[in-house]
């Protein structure tokens, strides 16, 4: 059944060529390994291109007194605190050189009026902390990345989708997929392999994310018997256009509101004030004097302690909902959501200088001027801190030879994560996953026996939809899904709707069963949807399981039925969802215990 496939051997398989597969790459190249780098889209073209705001790393170029401890505080207490800390400490500690690096290979950031990399504002970061390039840091990012990439020998292969990885044993041998022009079947063999396939966007009907975020990795490594982590956790960013309705969802950075934009109702009141976490309380502006002296202050470079940070910065999950009540209220913009005014707030100048991005969007895809008039801005399904679960060291998963990095990975980011601290995520953990992959292949002097049975399996699996007489159509089913995401698994959770969401995606997946497709291999783009879909509906049913679990409010985790957070037992707990014969179990698992001097800088001020 399988028919003629190649095979293609590698010591370390990289599948995934945005940031962190682009990093991890890289450092298992530079360890003299041969390694192949697997993509779906085209080099150059992975989700981490469309990264906007900045990339978050304690520089201190801005605010002297910035630095790894300030930013893991920051990054726990953004995630609710139940980010893997080990996680979190090394993600702040290794940041900056992570950044210089790039800078080293050839990134050209925005610079301090002395020649620094310079830092801006971003919701829950106490200081001015992300290198950003304009608003297209990430174009820069993976420019930088793949130019360096390119020259350490590693091998591409674009347009490739990977449907399953292979095994020996308890640990993986390789990956099966198949060339999207060809439709012909390939067979990657491998010592080890890092899964760095992104986000899982694509599951809701609003979102900010490309196509390529349909959840792959999650659902491959799940599949091969490793674990999904905190997918309960689904972050839906603030502002995403919420018109005209083919663009519904398309991101506004935070850089925005980061460079001073204000968010205001239909009667022009500035909103956030009325909903200032407690959490945040002590360190926030509560009127609009305050915080407009704090946004002089440290866009100027002088920090003054008594001065408080603007409620426009708040963490994503506070803004969302504060959104979200002000429409559900009646105290919308025309087409349902609020005002965020950039327009009063700077020069036209600045504001093309600074957020050339945005000015562009909001003219070619909306016809607004948004150094003259407001932007309309809704929330939008924007990041998964839920992922596949790694050791914090090493990034491994719990099968053996297979690592994760980036967006597909949990752990690092808890219950929600804070602006720009995913581009230094894929920086710190691609280059953790790219070495601990290259030393578990160093281990490993013969490459994996592949088991022909199983390609078999593979092959007969992705060809199965080809054989049906009758059945639905998957774009159908993939706009259903997105449906029923939206409406039961969306910003505001109810044990009700979870429960009408789960039953609705039961029905989905035996449907999904059945699908039927026309046409033959070649470039067929109902064939892509169908392999999609098994995805998107291993990971939704992850989402909703967790999020039912989950009976509490925490993060971005927000549930009508329970919306205190809970102090005692769901603070320490991460929900996992693993397959049990052909089913999902979901459990809790403890979190791991804070030592002592971690707890230490934790409590610092
Ligand atoms: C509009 C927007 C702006 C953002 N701005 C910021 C920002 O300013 N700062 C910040 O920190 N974060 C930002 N983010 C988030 C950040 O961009 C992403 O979290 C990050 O880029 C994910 O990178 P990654 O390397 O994990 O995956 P991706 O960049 O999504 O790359 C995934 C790769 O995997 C490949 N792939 C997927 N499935 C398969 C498969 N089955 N087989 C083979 N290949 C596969 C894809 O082709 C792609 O190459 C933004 C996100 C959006 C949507």
């Given at each position: 059944?399988?028919?003629?496939?190649?095979?293609?051997?590698?010591?370390?398989?990289?599948?995934?060529?945005?940031?962190?597969?682009?990093?991890?790459?890289?450092?298992?190249?530079?360890?003299?390994?041969?390694?192949?780098?697997?993509?779906?889209?085209?080099?150059?073209?992975?989700?981490?291109?469309?990264?906007?705001?900045?990339?978050?790393?304690?520089?201190?170029?801005?605010?002297?007194?910035?630095?790894?401890?300030?930013?893991?505080?920051?990054?726990?207490?953004?995630?609710?605190?139940?980010?893997?800390?080990?996680?979190?400490?090394?993600?702040?500690?290794?940041?900056?050189?992570?950044?210089?690096?790039?800078?080293?290979?050839?990134?050209?950031?925005?610079?301090?009026?002395?020649?620094?990399?310079?830092?801006?504002?971003?919701?829950?970061?106490?200081?001015?902390?992300?290198?950003?390039?304009?608003?297209?840091?990430g174009l820069e990012m993976?420019?930088?990345?793949?130019?360096?990439?390119?020259?350490?020998?590693?091998?591409?292969?674009?347009?490739?989708?990977?449907?399953?990885?292979?095994?020996?044993?308890?640990?993986?041998?390789?990956?099966?997929?198949?060339?999207?022009?060809?439709?012909?079947?390939?067979?990657?063999?491998?010592?080890?392999?890092?899964?760095?396939?992104?986000?899982?966007?694509?599951?809701?009907?609003?979102?900010?994310?490309?196509?390529?975020?349909?959840?792959?990795?999650?659902?491959?490594?799940?599949?091969?018997?490793?674990?999904?982590?905190?997918?309960?956790?689904?972050?839906?960013?603030?502002?995403?256009?919420?018109?005209?309705?083919?663009?519904?969802?398309?991101?506004?950075?935070?850089?925005?509101?980061?460079?001073?934009?204000?968010?205001?109702?239909?009667?022009?009141?500035?909103?956030?004030?009325?909903?200032?976490?407690?959490?945040?309380?002590?360190?926030?502006?509560?009127?609009?004097?305050?915080?407009?002296?704090?946004?002089?202050?440290?866009?100027?470079?002088?920090?003054?302690?008594?001065?408080?940070?603007?409620?426009?910065?708040?963490?994503?999950d506070i803004v969302a909902?504060?959104?979200?009540a002000e429409v559900k209220?009646?105290?919308?913009?025309?087409?349902?959501?609020?005002?965020?005014?950039?327009?009063?707030?700077?020069?036209?100048?600045?504001?093309?200088?600074?957020?050339?991005?945005?000015?562009?969007?909001?003219?070619?895809?909306?016809?607004?001027?948004?150094?003259?008039?407001?932007?309309?801005?809704?929330?939008?399904?924007?990041?998964?801190?839920?992922?596949?679960?790694?050791?914090?060291?090493?990034?491994?998963?719990?099968?053996?030879?297979?690592?994760?990095?980036?967006?597909?990975?949990?752990?690092?980011?808890?219950?929600?994560?804070?602006?720009?601290?995913?581009?230094?995520?894929?920086?710190?953990?691609?280059?953790?996953?790219?070495?601990?992959?290259?030393?578990?292949?160093?281990?490993?002097?013969?490459?994996?026996?592949?088991?022909?049975?199983?390609?078999?399996?593979?092959?007969?699996?992705?060809?199965?939809?080809?054989?049906?007489?009758?059945?639905?159509?998957?774009?159908?089913?993939?706009?259903?899904?997105?449906?029923?995401?939206?409406?039961?698994?969306?910003?505001?959770?109810?044990?009700?709707?979870?429960?009408?969401?789960?039953?609705?995606?039961?029905?989905?997946?035996?449907?999904?069963?059945?699908?039927?497709?026309?046409?033959?291999?070649?470039?067929?783009?109902?064939?892509?949807?169908?392999?999609?879909?098994?995805?998107?509906?291993?990971?939704?049913?992850?989402?909703?399981?967790?999020?039912?679990?989950?009976?509490?409010?925490?993060?971005?985790?927000?549930?009508?039925?329970?919306?205190?957070?809970?102090?005692?037992?769901?603070?320490?707990?991460?929900?996992?969802?693993?397959?049990?014969?052909?089913?999902?179990?979901?459990?809790?698992?403890?979190?791991?215990?804070?030592?002592?001097?971690?707890?230490?800088?934790?409590?610092?001020?």
């Amino acid at each position: 059944m399988a028919g003629n496939y190649e095979t293609h051997e590698h010591d370390v398989i990289i599948i995934g060529a945005g940031g962190a597969g682009l990093r991890a790459a890289i450092e298992a190249s530079s360890m003299g390994l041969n390694v192949g780098l697997v993509c779906k889209s085209l080099l150059g073209k992975a989700h981490t291109v469309m990264a906007e705001g900045g990339v978050a790393a304690a520089l201190g170029n801005v605010e002297p007194k910035d630095n790894w401890k300030v930013h893991f505080r920051d990054t726990m207490k953004g995630g609710r605190y139940l980010n893997q800390w080990r996680m979190a400490q090394l993600h702040a500690m290794e940041a900056p050189d992570r950044v210089n690096e790039l800078e080293e290979w050839g990134a050209l950031f925005d610079r301090t009026a002395d020649g620094r990399i310079l830092q801006r504002n971003f919701g829950g970061h106490k200081y001015p902390r992300l290198a950003h390039v304009g608003d297209r840091t990430g174009l820069e990012m993976i420019r930088t990345l793949q130019q360096h990439g390119i020259h350490t020998g590693m091998k591409v292969y674009m347009e490739c989708t990977v449907t399953r990885l292979l095994k020996a044993g308890d640990a993986v041998s390789g990956a099966f997929g198949y060339w999207r022009e060809s439709g012909r079947f390939v067979v990657f063999r491998a010592k080890a392999i890092v899964l760095a396939t992104g986000g899982i966007g694509r599951a809701f009907k609003i979102n900010s994310n490309s196509w390529e975020c349909t959840g792959d990795g999650q659902a491959l490594a799940y599949l091969a018997g490793a674990e999904l982590m905190d997918m309960e956790f689904m972050q839906f960013h603030p502002t995403g256009m919420v018109w005209p309705p083919s663009v519904r969802g398309t991101l506004i950075t935070e850089g925005v509101r980061g460079e001073g934009g204000t968010l205001r109702n239909k009667d022009q009141k500035r909103i956030m004030f009325d909903y200032i976490h407690p959490l945040y309380a002590n360190e926030t502006a509560p009127t609009e004097e305050e915080a407009d002296r704090w946004l002089a202050l440290s866009t100027s470079g002088q920090m003054d302690k008594n001065v408080r940070r603007t409620p426009d910065l708040l963490p994503r999950d506070i803004v969302a909902r504060a959104i979200h009540a002000e429409v559900k209220a009646g105290r919308g913009s025309p087409h349902g959501g609020v005002f965020l005014d950039i327009a009063t707030r700077r020069t036209p100048a600045d504001i093309k200088r600074k957020l050339p991005a945005m000015y562009h969007q909001f003219k070619e895809l909306g016809d607004v001027d948004i150094t003259k008039e407001p932007m309309e801005v809704g929330p939008t399904a924007h990041y998964t801190m839920g992922g596949i679960r790694v050791d914090s060291e090493t990034q491994q998963s719990r099968v053996k030879g297979l690592f994760a990095a980036g967006e597909c990975a949990a752990g690092m980011h808890g219950a929600n994560r804070l602006g720009g601290n995913s581009l230094s995520d894929l920086l710190v953990f691609g280059r953790i996953a790219g070495l601990h992959a290259g030393r578990y292949a160093k281990e490993h002097a013969n490459l994996p026996s592949l088991d022909a049975g199983e390609i078999q399996d593979a092959a007969q699996e992705a060809l199965a939809p080809f054989n049906r007489h009758e059945g639905p159509n998957p774009f159908q089913l993939h706009e259903e899904l997105k449906e029923t995401m939206q409406t039961y698994v969306g910003i505001i959770r109810t044990e009700e709707d979870l429960s009408e969401g789960l039953r609705q995606l039961e029905s989905l997946k035996e449907r999904s069963r059945t699908i039927r497709i026309d046409g033959n291999r070649h470039y067929n783009s109902g064939w892509h949807e169908t392999i999609d879909m098994r995805n998107l509906l291993i990971v939704s049913e992850a989402m909703a399981r967790a999020a039912l679990l989950r009976k509490e409010s925490r993060g971005a985790h927000a549930r009508d039925d329970f919306p205190e957070t809970d102090k005692e037992h769901f603070a320490k707990v991460n929900i996992v969802s693993r397959l049990h014969g052909s089913t999902m179990e979901v459990a809790e698992i403890d979190l791991p215990p804070v030592p002592a001097e971690i707890k230490k800088v934790l409590e610092e001020e």
